[in-house]
């Protein structure tokens, strides 16, 4: 066992040959941590998380887990190894029901599906309660739950979360990022989270990395970037 769970290494990689959307990025999740990437649109946040999970080439660097190197491995592999990823959108299918939600999510790991099932709905009672109902009819805040719970079905040690919050009101926001906390307690998972609402993911995360243009400009404890002049004028849109 390493300290840290999840090291990516001077990432380099694009969606197309010879267009670096990295361009070296160094971003590490220690054990039972919640690490989030924060930065403007257009920083590559979404693409470093997409080259984590085998979505996008890397062509330079590498990407650990738990020590051993999974550069580039496809993505049903790093399911098997314990890492699971929520994207950004259409995270959910929204036709089928919050049950067959879970049960695709569960599709790698079938053995002990219906415990597993039964134990989050359990962590998520408003879940249980709308198990029959289809995951398009609930609100924002719920179909994030149904996302979580679904990556949740394959027991995973390591969770890339990509801006979990984006589009939902204040309040529930709020509710997302502590659900989030919950998951790393009640889970014992690391977390690597990608946020819009910079400020909320920072006070909740032991560590933060702000990337722009590709690489990762700042880094350090959350409360460290919250209050560095620097970070907030640029990040946080705090005026000097
Ligand atoms: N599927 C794609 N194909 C080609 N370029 C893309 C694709 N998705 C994103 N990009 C480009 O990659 C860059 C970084 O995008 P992204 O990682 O989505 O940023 P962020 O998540 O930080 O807002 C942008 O210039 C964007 O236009
Ligand atoms: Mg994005």
């Known amino acids: 066992m390493t300290e840290l769970l999840l090291e990516c290494r001077n ?34 946040k979404s693409t470093m998380v997409k080259a984590v999970f085998g979505l ?28 699971a990823y929520v994207p950004q959108r259409e995270n959910v299918f929204p036709s089928m029901s919050v049950r067959e939600n879970l049960e695709i999510g569960g599709i790698t790991s079938r053995a002990g599906m219906e415990a597993r099932m039964e134990e989050l709905f359990t962590m998520f009672p408003r879940l249980a309660e709308r ?35 984006a589009g939902l009101a204040p309040k529930i926001v709020a509710e997302v990022l502590e659900t989030i906390r919950r998951i790393r307690d009640e889970e014992g998972v690391s977390v690597l989270l990608v946020e819009q609402n910079a400020r909320a993911a920072l006070a909740m995360s032991d560590r933060g ?21 620097k970070v907030a004028q640029i990040y946080l849109g705090v005026r000097p």
């Open 56 to 83: 996008v080439p890397v062509r330079e660097g590498q990407v650990l887990l738990d020590g051993e190197e999974v550069t580039g491995e496809p993505a049903h592999e790093l399911v098997r190894r314990g890492i």
């Open 11 to 44: 990432l380099v990689g694009g969606y197309v040959p010879e267009v670096d959307i990295l361009r070296g990025v160094s971003v590490h999740v220690p054990r039972g941590e919640i690490v989030s990437i924060i930065g403007p649109n257009g920083a590559g």
């Open 131 to 165: 198990r029959s109902q289809a995951a398009g009819t609930l609100s924002g805040g719920e179909r994030q739950m149904v996302a979580f719970a679904r990556a949740l079905m394959s027991r995973p040690r390591m969770l890339l979360l990509d801006e979990p919050s």
């Open 209 to 229: 990395y702000v990337l722009d243009q590709g690489t990762d400009a700042h880094t350090g404890t959350g409360p460290q970037l919250l209050a560095d002049p």
